[in-house]
Nanobody, 121 residues
Framework: QVQLVESGGGLVQAGGSLRLSCAAS????????MGWYRQAPGKQRDLVAA???????NYAESVKGRFTISRDSAKNTVYLQMNSLKPEDTGDYYC???????????????WGKGTLVTVSS
């Protein structure tokens, strides 16, 4: 079993900052990609940021220059530093980890339960 534990969500004023954390634990052999997805009220879940174990990153256009994703491979943890937050950043943020349970099994995607980020104007 792979479990993702998220933390750091909350209420913040526009222009403020939050730091999200997600720690992966359980039976996981390797991780190839870690990322964060956001689902705003009434909208679909979209990629916010992702990072590979080679430290390659990808960001949604709406957060470029404001958010920074990073990882700690030793801790199987991914972080999302969110600065200059805007009301449009409000939503449920879900941690995503792509990896393998064993050396010989397929790559799977694992999801956290989500953490709510609310940005007030």
């Amino acid at each position: 079993q792979v479990q993702l534990v998220e933390s750091g969500g909350g209420l913040v004023q526009a222009g403020g900052s939050l730091r999200l954390s997600c720690a992966a634990s359980g039976s996981i052999f390797s991780i190839s990609v870690m990322g964060w997805y956001r689902q705003a009220p009434g909208k679909q879940r979209d990629l916010v940021a992702a990072i590979t174990n080679d430290d390659s990153t990808n960001y949604a256009e709406s957060v470029k220059g404001r958010f920074t994703i990073s990882r700690d491979s030793a801790k199987n943890t991914v972080y999302l530093q969110m600065n200059s937050l805007k009301p449009e950043d409000t939503g449920d943020y879900y941690c995503n980890v792509r990896g393998k349970v064993t050396r010989f099994t397929r790559v799977m995607d694992y999801w956290g339960k989500g953490t709510l980020v609310t940005v007030s104007s």
